[in-house]
């Protein structure tokens, strides 16, 4: 299942350094592309699934942290940059 290999690629990235530092080293100004980036990665470390499936997995995560986040928080999130956006490939 996609999300699966979304989730186990998190995984991944949370325990491998290298991979953690490929991945947090893609540009995020743009997020579709820094999603088609981090899918690229995922494939390479042999992984399978689609930007539209990591973009689902980080709006669910998104949205069961929101009760949690202040609002300088979700604005991270939504603007990406390394504290925002990629906090999803590095963080449980």
């Known amino acids: 299942m996609s999300r699966e290999s979304v989730k186990g690629f998190a995984a ?3 325990s491998d350094e290298q991979l953690r530092k490929r991945v947090r ?7 579709a592309k820094a999603l088609a980036a ?13 930007v539209d499936d990591a973009q689902s997995l980080i709006r669910g995560r998104v949205a069961r942290a929101g009760a949690e986040l202040d609002l300088d928080d979700l604005e991270k999130i ?3 940059g ?3 956006f990629m906090w999803q490939w590095g963080s449980e």
């Open 12 to 14: 991944r990235v949370r």
């Open 38 to 50: 981090v899918t690229q990665v995922a494939r390479e470390a042999g992984f399978q699934f689609t």
């Open 78 to 80: 939504a603007g990406g």
């Open 82 to 84: 390394e504290e925002g």
């Open 25 to 31: 080293a893609i540009d995020t100004r743009d997020r």
